[in-house]
T-cell receptor
């Protein structure tokens, strides 16, 4: 069964500082990996995704993530955080090209940004 | 130009009532989903429909009944509401045929409160 772990429930970071959110997954095949962001009271917005190829993927809002198969990780990074990045971040894993696919989400990491 | 929309945004009701949540997507996708987000922000798949056919039915009480009148709509009807049904329900859609990568697009969510 697939599973996703986000070890950090909360992270507080100063505006302008760098941010790294950890994600570890368990999956029996080649995974599709996603990072979503949920601002307060909003739905989920896709930040970036990994399917294959280059293990460093770029996303929207200046985010990037690196897929490391040996560590079963897909950590999200941003070099300089803005106050508007305060939100809940979810890592998810899904199956490839399968009807009946579902996303399995991690528990989320809440990011607080200090001025 | 809303991609995935849900109505209502908020729903407050008494225990024992029956209620419905509607979802529509204008992305031309062939697959739609319902996810439940509990009070701890944990997201879990409930149902998935592909071309109006139910393909995922997780362990959900049979008080929950999804219905897909066409590919662009997926409604969720809940009978005999219980306190534990209070949550945010997200609809999502994706394209899973034709080699698509199953990037799921989420609606804004419906916050259900059962009193």
């Amino acid at each position: 069964a697939q599973s996703v772990t986000q070890p950090d429930i909360h992270i507080t970071v100063s505006e302008g500082a760098s941010l790294e959110l950890r994600c570890n997954y368990s999956y029996g095949a080649t995974p599709y990996l996603f990072w979503y962001v949920q601002s307060p009271g909003q739905g989920l917005q896709l930040l970036l995704k990994y399917f294959s190829g280059d293990t460093l993927v770029q996303g929207i809002k200046g985010f990037e993530a690196e897929f490391k198969r040996s560590q079963s990780s897909f950590n999200l990074r941003k070099p300089s955080v803005h106050w508007s990045d305060a939100a809940e971040y979810f890592c998810a894993v899904g199956r490839i090209k399968a009807a009946g696919n579902k996303l399995t989400f991690g528990g989320g990491t809440r990011v607080l940004v200090k001025p | 130009d809303t991609a995935v929309s849900q109505t209502p945004k908020y729903l407050v009701t008494q225990m024992g009532n029956d209620k419905s949540i509607k979802c529509e997507q204008n992305l031309g996708h062939d697959t739609m989903y319902w996810y439940k987000q509990d009070s701890k922000k944990f997201l879990k798949i409930m149902f998935s429909y592909n071309n109006k056919e139910l393909i995922i039915n997780e362990t959900v009480p049979n008080r929950f009944s999804p219905k897909s009148p066409d590919k662009a709509h997926l409604n969720l009807h809940i009978n005999s509401l219980e306190l534990g049904d209070s949550a945010v329900y997200f609809c999502a859609s994706s394209q899973t045929s034709g080699g698509a990568r199953n990037e799921q697009f989420f609606g804004p969510g419906t916050r259900l409160t059962v009193l």
